[in-house]
Nanobody, 118 residues
């Protein structure tokens, strides 16, 4: 089992910044991908915001490229969000994905709310 705990959400005005953190604990493969997803409305699916591999290779959604920066330090992951827009309002979820013994695993955090509003 893997536990993921997010922190750092909150409310900010357009143009502001927030930093999300995710701490992973438990048993997971040393080779894994950690990522941030968000759900902008309850009826919407979760969408990938950014992800980063064990060797530090990042991937970003087009809508956040140049504004958000993902980073990690072993089992801790961060998302620096700058120039926030109202469209970034969502519940943000931490995810870890890995393969072990020919089986794939996905774990999710409980989510943290980010609200961008004037």
């Amino acid at each position: 089992q893997v536990q993921l705990v997010e922190s750092g959400g909150g409310s900010v005005q357009p143009g502001g910044s927030l930093r999300l953190s995710c701490a992973a604990s438990g048993s997971m493969s040393s080779i894994n991908t950690m990522g941030w997803y968000r759900r902008q409305a309850p009826e919407n699916p979760r969408e990938l915001v950014a992800q980063i591999t064990t060797d530090g290779t990042p991937t970003y959604a087009g809508s956040v490229k140049g504004r958000f920066t993902i980073s990690r330090d072993n089992a801790k992951m961060y998302l620096q969000m700058n120039s926030l827009e109202p469209e970034d309002t969502a519940v943000y979820y931490c995810n870890v994905h890995f393969k072990r013994m020919a089986q794939f695993y996905d774990y999710w955090g409980q989510g943290t709310q980010v609200t961008v509003s004037s």
